[in-house]
């Protein structure tokens, strides 16, 4: 194992979703994963392993927690963990005895991260959910989208992987760090709805300050703004524009061949927006992604091509840096973020359910 995580032990009770992204998340810094697999594949498995890029750099073990042994096993290797990711109901993992009193008990040092989307309490702890109702709730559903359409799913970005996985990731080294100084484990409660919310901290503050408007697609970073908004061109792709800054806007002006019009309303004339708008997208019609990508490239101008998942991993500056990898000859993006001493790797395929269950249990449990 190579990276900043190296020689931590990490025990995934499998889920889907945000809790195998933070696992994968771990690892990919390093940590030694270990998948607790079902010996049935829950009801969203399906298709080749090989291409669940979320468990990219894992071992799997399968373990039948119906089964008192399979219990006790995995409270065996808990002892042996340093941290546990779990991303079931409340109560589940209590109710199997793998819980974190059963688990902190064996092992006081242990960190318990815990995946929801509503939490382990409150109203709708027990109630189901997906990402789109739990940024619904959490306020970051109802800004995104055009003002005359309903609000628009940014996938589910936003929720499960945002303000879920990356919670949960440092919410674990955070207790990492407590138990490595006290040698006391915690049990950390990352549920999707509250790491939305604290995602939306910067316009709570604007919204405060009078500067952010209810109505979606009226404010400056929902595509209300002209000048940080997406335009269609000629050949039915779409360029990026995000010139905020006023030598950035002027650049964009002058690029588009608008600076010298004299009628055009200032930047930041609110009720001149829909005409600035308009003049864009009449501007941006005129020509071709790439030919406007040749406008604008190596320019402040703040605007870029709106790239496909496959067309991205080809941009000259993401092949430059390395952002996407080939491993196994499927595409995907590369670790992040970059350490200059201890850089994180990919560490290999996604394993095959049980794929490594003899060679965990020799390397965590001397062969138990």
Not at 5 to 10: A, D, I, M, P, W
Not at 116 to 133: F, K, N, R
Not at 159 to 166: A, E, M, T, V, Y
């Amino acid at each position: 194992m190579t990276g900043p995580l190296s020689g931590v032990k990490v025990l995934e009770l499998a889920g889907i979703g945000p809790g195998p992204f933070a696992a994968m998340l771990l690892a990919d810094l390093g940590a030694d994963v270990v998948r607790v697999d079902r010996p049935e594949p829950g009801p969203l498995a399906g298709g080749d392993p090989a291409t669940d890029l979320l468990n990219r750099g894992k071992r799997s073990i399968v373990v039948d927690l119906k089964d008192p042994a399979g219990v006790s096993r995995v409270l065996d290797l808990a002892a042996k963990a340093d941290i546990v990711v779990e991303g079931w109901r409340p109560g589940v993992a209590e109710r199997l005895g793998v819980g974190p009193d059963a688990a902190l008990e064996r092992n006081p040092a242990l960190v318990y991260g815990r995946m929801t989307g509503w939490g382990q309490d409150g109203p709708l702890a027990q109630t189901a959910g997906h990402d789109v109702d739990y940024i619904a709730l959490a306020g970051a559903l109802h800004p995104i989208g055009a003002a005359d359409g309903p609000p628009r799913i940014p996938l589910n970005l936003v929720g499960d992987f945002g303000g879920g996985s990356l919670y949960l990731v440092v919410g674990c080294l955070a207790a990492l760090h407590v138990a490595r100084i006290t040698g006391v484990g915690q049990v950390v409660d990352a549920a999707i709805v509250d790491g939305t919310a604290h995602l939306t901290t910067m316009f709570a503050g604007l919204l405060a300050a009078g500067a952010w408007r209810p109505q979606r697609g009226r404010n400056l970073l929902d595509g209300g703004a002209p000048f940080y908004a997406v335009y269609a061109t000629a050949d039915g792709g779409h360029m990026a524009v995000g010139a905020l800054e006023p030598q950035f806007y002027a650049e964009l002006l002058r690029l588009l061949g608008l600076d010298a019009d004299a009628d055009l309303p200032a930047q930041h004339d609110v009720k001149g927006w829909p005409v600035l708008q308009e003049r864009f997208a009449a501007v941006f019609a005129t020509r071709t992604r790439a030919e406007w990508s040749a406008v604008f490239d190596g320019t402040d101008a703040c605007v870029s091509p709106v790239l496909s998942l496959a067309e991205a991993a080809g941009h000259p500056h993401l092949v430059a840096r390395g952002t996407f990898e080939v491993h196994h000859g499927i595409v995907q993006p590369a670790v992040a973020p970059r350490f200059s001493h201890t850089p994180g790797a990919i560490a290999g395929r996604p394993p095959v359910p049980g794929q490594h269950t003899d060679e965990v249990l020799k390397d965590w449990l001397g062969g138990s």
